[in-house]
């Protein structure tokens, strides 16, 4: 039975999974986007999140180099280490939570399993210039926002002349 384990085994004994996990989340790091399978990347958000969080809010020195040698107790890569606290640190400082996104692409044709990018979410470009300009733009459905305006002053200009 499987009662209160909450984490998906993924198939593997636990140090083959702890490796992989841990090179899947220095990848992430280093590149920013991976491609894999939708179960990989949910238990690797899991992983890796708290890890960015670690990268955070740290006053003094002492707390800094201790931060950094739990990171890489997990991660085993130098490089991803030093890119996480300098890079990506700087990026998820005012990020509450949710480093991380999940964008589905279908089925492998081998094996038809789901497919997915799993990608850092300060780092897509395309994603943060797409959201600004709609927020912009917004229409009601009888027209744009200055004819209803123009027409609001019309209506008050007339109720003034009549007083």
């Known amino acids: 039975m499987r009662h209160k384990k909450k984490f998906n085994h ?10 992989m996990l841990s090179n899947m ?12 399978t939708l179960a990989k ?3 690797l958000r899991i992983y890796v999140e708290p890890l ?6 740290l006053n003094t020195v002492e707390e800094g180099v201790h931060a950094q040698r739990t990171v890489f ?15 990506v640190a700087v990026k998820v400082a005012d990020r509450p939570g949710g480093y991380t996104r999940i964008l ?4 492998r044709l081998g094996d038809n399993a789901e497919m997915c ?8 470009e395309n994603m943060l210039v797409a959201k600004k300009p709609a927020a912009a733009a917004k229409r009601t459905r009888r027209g744009s926002k200055k004819a209803e305006e123009t027409t ?3 209506k008050s200009e007339g109720d003034s002349t009549e007083a």
Do not use: C, P, W
């Open 52 to 57: 960015i969080t670690k990268t955070k809010n």
């Open 104 to 107: 589905k692409l279908g089925n």
């Open 152 to 154: 609001a002053t019309a």
């Open 25 to 36: 989340a220095a990848s992430l790091i280093l590149h920013k986007r991976i491609k894999t």
């Open 73 to 87: 107790s997990y991660l085993q890569n130098k490089e991803a280490v030093k890119e996480l606290f300098t890079e």
């Open 41 to 43: 990347a949910k238990a």
């Open 117 to 124: 990018y799993m990608e850092l979410v300060d780092y897509n």
């Open 10 to 19: 993924l198939g593997r004994k636990t140090a083959h999974r702890k490796a």
